[in-house]
Every structure is written in structure tokens, then in C-alpha cells.
């Protein structure tokens, strides 16, 4: 007896399943186990993953020659990777500071003189929302080239309240004319913009009062703050982040990036879903948020690119039981990569993550971090059937192979929209 399904994946040598975390992200030793199935094979009908079993099993339960089949051909079939953290729309770029920092100034330094993300701001209030619309896009698809299937993308090169909406309402037009599923999040607190130059507390009132409006247009699901040195305060944040999850946004927090401000205790105070960066956290900070729900967001793409020497102490968090999770930053200044993979190889190389650990911050746990966790970043029946397939012969081969793309094919709620390396939606 055969049932139908839509597509069947078949011939993987290696099924990363990631299964059994659904209700809670990873921690401490399940972080290794990635639950995979050799020889493996996936069947998914209207969406969904409805099978997951032996390439046998799989070939005796479906009618695979009626089917779209996906041939792995002794590849890594896994969950589509999911981007907790990134600021994809915005216009212009930044390779002149490149250079600037490569002959020595800081990123805070270059921040200090207009530049930096005050500089992506002039250019994203530049364009129009049709051109923010298409300028992003290109990234949007970058991003589906590469693997990641859904991605949290933060407003806050606007900083007021028509270019933040502006910003928004992008991302909800991404949403529809891409398959990548962006998760909205309002960054209004991102920087104090030049026209509050020296009156934070008057920027920061203009950002108490967008929350209800940013919340009643339905186009955020997070509030984030970037809390550190030269931005906002933990006073700042907590007084922006408590009002948010009053008018019904989740919460989220830049924290520890730069300087250890306290940041990791808010987010804790306030149950954020998530709390990122963390790279100057302190061991008390890290044992506050692993006695709660909060998942740790790392990004070792900007430590890398910014040629800082911290990373945040990413074995130390896990040994504790603290849920981490991976994510670019994408954003044009301080890690303009869309790659999951390369972060998977920079969590191993800068922050000592095995290859395993790696792989399940950058989907169940990713997954958790943006609030999806029941729904993307594993592959079991009844989720989401968003999976890729690699052309590589084992998952310790995706860190250990760096600076290639492996990702064939990316099938995004069941329908294939990446095929061999190449879009395929349009
Ligand atoms: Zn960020």
C-alpha cells in the first residue's frame, strides 16, 4: 500500500533530523545530537513533512515515481537553516569603512564621526519603499541561495516613525513576493538619530510613543534595543522593552556587544525570547539567563569582521544550560555575509563549538530565538516541510569545507524554490 505524497527526498547519505525540541530549544549535551537517520529519505505533502524514514522504507510507502523527486545523491538532507538575527533592509553599503578599518579606526570611532549605521540610514531614507523593496530583495535571495529558509530581519535605519513603518512595510512585501519567511522586528533603538544629536532622552520618548502605532499596523512581531556603549542604556531599554510587551510585541535586546552593561539581567527580568550578541557577557550574567527561558543569539561573523578580539563565551554558556543560538547579524557594517554556513564554520573556529552544536544553534534553536520553534528548525512530521540538501557526504564537512556554498536545493514550505544552486520561484 502507497500513499501520495508531493515530493519525496531520497538518497541522502546523512538525514539530519534535529527532532525532539520542538516545545524547548537544546541544551548542554542534547546540543550534539543532531538525531540522524543514514540512509535517509523525507516525504512532504500541502506544505508539510509527513514522512521521515530509511531511503527503503520511504520507497515502499510512497509512489516515488509519480512524485517531484529530489535526488540527494549521498548529500546531507537537513532543516533549512534559520537566521535569528540580521538587518537585511537598508540601502547603500559600507566598503569605504572597510577600508577605513582596515588602516585602523574602530567601528565606534567611525560611529562617533556620522558614519556607520547613521550613514545607512541617510541612504535607506532615500529610497522610496519600491526601491527599498528591490534593493533588499536581492539579498532576500541570497539568503534562500544559501540555505537559510526563515530570518528575523530588524527595522531601524529609519528612526522615526514613517521611515521605521517605511522599513516594515518592506518587510512585509518581501514576504510576499519571496519565499524566505522574514520575521518582522521594530528597532527604533538602534541609534539616536542626528536630529536628536545630544538629546537621547527626547529620541527615546519618540520611541515610547511609535510602539503603538508600530504594534496596531500589524507589520512587528519583536521589539529589540541595542543596548551597549554609544547607543542605549540599560535604563533606555528597559523602559523601551517594558513598554513594547505592554502593547504586545515580543522582546528582544542587542546586549554585550561592546561593553558588558548589564543587558543580560534585563532580558531575563523581562523574559526576552531571545538576547544577542553577548560577547562581553560575565559568567553571573550567563548563569541569570540560563535559570530562564531567554535563548543566547551568537554572532561571530562581527567579532570576525571587525577584528575584535572577544567572542562571547559560547562553551562556557552551553556547559551552564544556557540554549544557544547562531545568526549572521547581516547588516552592511559589520557583517555584510548572508551565509549561515560560514557563521557554522566561525562558531567551530573562534568559539569552539563542535560542528554538531553548530548546526542545532543554526536551526531548532535559531528556530526558538525568533519564537517559531513548533513550527520551523527540525525535521519531524507535521512541521513546516522547510529542508535543504548539501552536497557534502556529512555534516562535519560544513564547517570544514568553509567559503563554498553546499546548499543544491531548498525546499521551502514544501515547494521547491532553489535547484541546483539556482532559483527557481520566479
Ligand atoms: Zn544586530
Not at 506544505?47 to 517531484?68: C, F, K, Q
Not at 543580560?264 to 559568567?283: K, P, Q, R, T
Not at 540560563?290 to 567579532?303: F, K, S
Not at 542545532?360 to 519531524?380: D, F, P, W, Y
Request: proline share 4%; aromatic share 4%.
Amino acid at each position: 500500500m502507497t500513499d501520495p505524497a508531493d515530493i519525496v527526498i531520497m538518497n541522502a547519505n546523512e538525514v539530519l533530523t534535529l527532532g525532539g525540541a520542538s516545545d524547548a530549544p537544546k541544551t548542554d549535551k542534547q546540543m550534539n545530537d543532531l538525531g540522524i537517520i543514514q540512509g535517509g529519505a523525507v516525504a512532504i505533502k500541502d506544505g508539510r513533512i509527513i514522512d521521515i524514514a530509511t531511503n527503503n522504507e520511504i520507497h515502499n510507502r510512497y509512489v516515488v515515481d509519480a512524485l517531484e523527486m529530489i535526488d540527494a545523491d549521498g548529500g546531507v538532507v537537513m532543516p533549512g537553516f534559520v537566521d535569528p538575527h540580521t538587518h537585511a533592509v537598508f540601502g547603500g553599503s559600507r566598503e569605504k569603512e572597510f577600508e577605513q578599518r582596515l588602516e585602523g579606526k574602530s567601528y565606534l570611532d567611525i560611529l562617533k564621526e556620522g558614519g556607520g549605521i547613521l550613514s545607512t540610514v541617510r541612504a535607506t531614507r532615500g529610497l522610496s519603499v519600491e526601491e527599498l523593496v528591490a534593493v533588499s530583495g536581492t539579498h532576500v535571495e541570497k539568503m534562500l541561495l544559501h540555505g537559510t529558509t526563515t530570518a528575523e530581519v530588524k527595522s531601524g535605519y529609519g528612526l522615526n516613525l514613517d521611515e521605521e513603518l517605511k522599513i516594515l512595510g518592506a518587510m512585509g512585501r518581501l514576504n510576499e513576493i519571496h519565499p524566505l519567511e522574514i520575521v518582522p522586528t521594530f528597532l527604533g533603538a538602534h541609534a539616536v538619530p542626528k536630529e536628536f544629536a545630544g538629546d537621547k532622552e527626547g529620541y527615546v520618548a519618540k520611541v515610547l510613543a511609535m510602539l503603538p502605532v508600530v504594534k496596531d499596523s500589524g507589520l512587528a512581531r519583536f521589539c529589540d534595543v541595542f543596548c551597549d556603549d554609544g547607543a542605549f542604556s540599560v535604563e533606555d531599554s528597559r523602559r523601551i522593552l517594558t513598554k513594547a510587551r505592554d502593547v504586545g510585541l515580543g522582546v528582544k535586546l542587542h546586549a554585550c556587544e561592546f561593553k558588558d552593561l548589564g543587558g543580560a539581567y534585563l532580558a531575563a527580568e523581562l523574559g526576552a525570547v531571545s538576547v544577542d550578541h553577548l560577547d562581553h557577557v560575565s559568567e553571573d550574567g550567563i548563569r541569570t539567563l540560563a535559570m530562564g527561558d531567554t535563548v543566547g543569539v551568537l554572532l561571530p561573523g562581527v567579532p570576525f569582521f571587525l577584528m575584535q578580539e572577544n567572542e562571547a563565551p559560547a562553551r562556557r554558556m552551553i556547559e551552564m544550560g544556557l540554549p544557544v543560538a547562531l545568526g549572521t547579524d547581516f547588516n552592511p557594517g559589520s557583517c555584510p555575509s548572508v551565509s549561515m554556513q560560514i557563521i557554522v564554520t566561525l562558531a567551530c573556529l573562534e568559539m569552539g563549538l563542535t560542528p554538531a552544536q553548530a548546526i542545532c544553534a543554526s536551526t531548532i534553536n535559531a528556530a526558538h530565538a525568533v519564537g517559531l520553534g513548533r513550527h520551523v528548525g527540525s525535521l519531524e512530521t507535521g512541521k513546516k516541510a522547510d529542508v535543504i540538501v548539501l552536497d557534502i557526504p556529512s555534516h562535519k564537512h560544513l564547517p570544514y569545507q568553509f567559503g563554498v556554498n553546499h546548499v543544491d536545493v531548498v525546499v521551502k514550505a514544501g515547494r521547491t524554490v532553489v535547484e541546483n544552486k539556482r532559483a527557481v520561484w520566479k
